[in-house]
């Protein structure tokens, strides 16, 4: 079954422990991105991917580190966190950027204390 | 940068009547548009999206958006909600390489 998976689903954790939440696609999708939804600002985008080793900021991306060593992975790190990086994260993938349909993870539920 | 209004945070309609769910972008140059909707604690699923041709896109569910540049708009409508269409709806612009958001309105059904 083509998706995109998120691990962990829900996260407390306290703030300045870091923490990895990882994404994975199996669609052999190059474009990748992770996003923060938040109530009232809708989506915002953290980090994007073009390929593999090719990333780039987006609207967000302060307290945010990522990487893309492989294709299918594209894990969100947050070194030292802070209560106002608590929300709802997600990641997609597609087949590339403009036009291309982004298919979304389940999302990951972050608290930081 | 382009950027996406939705109009309404909350749009209550009754089964059976018109759905209608306002999308206004800004950008220097059309842009790809999008329609996403989002069920109770699940991730985003396209309903439909205009790149190129045809302004009146059709989507899944019954949804339609037509894409009027004169009114830099991509309303969503659909003639007739049902109970299973109650969620949170996002229009989109992407351009370049990157995807900005609305802000989401969530459409409830009243029986």
């Known amino acids: 079954e083509a998706q995109v998976t998120q691990n962990p689903r829900y996260l407390i954790t306290v703030t300045g422990k870091k923490l990895t939440v990882t994404c994975s696609q199996n669609?052999?999708?190059?474009?990748m991105s992770w996003y923060r939804q938040d109530p009232g600002l809708g989506l915002r985008q953290i980090y994007y991917?073009?390929?593999?080793?090719?990333?780039d900021k987006g609207d967000v991306p302060e307290g945010y580190k990522v990487s893309r060593k492989e294709k299918r992975n594209f894990p969100l790190i947050l070194e030292s966190p802070s209560p106002n990086q608590t929300s709802l994260y997600f990641c997609?993938?597609?087949?590339?950027?403009?036009?291309?349909?982004?298919?979304f993870g389940p999302g990951t539920r972050l608290t930081v204390l | 940068a382009q950027s996406v209004t939705q109009l309404g945070s909350h749009v209550s309609v009754s089964e059976g009547a018109l759905v209608l769910l306002r999308c206004n972008y800004s950008?220097?140059?059309?842009?790809?548009l999008f329609w996403y909707v989002q069920y109770p604690n699940q991730g985003l699923q396209l309903l439909l999206k205009?790149?190129?041709?045809?302004?009146l896109v059709k989507g899944i569910n019954g949804f339609e958006a037509e894409f009027k540049k004169s009114e830099t708009s991509f309303h969503l409508t659909k003639p007739s909600a049902h109970m299973s269409d109650a969620a949170e709806y996002f229009c989109?612009?992407?351009?370049?390489?990157?995807?900005?958001f609305g802000a989401g309105t969530r459409l409830t059904v009243k029986p």
């Open positions: 997609a993938s597609s087949l590339g950027s403009g036009g291309y349909t982004q298919y």
């Open positions: 669609m052999n999708h190059e474009y």
């Open positions: 991917s073009m390929n593999v080793e090719v990333t």
């Open positions: 950008s220097s140059v059309p842009p790809y």
């Open positions: 205009y790149t190129t041709g045809a302004t």
């Open positions: 989109a612009v992407s351009l370049d390489n990157d995807m900005r």
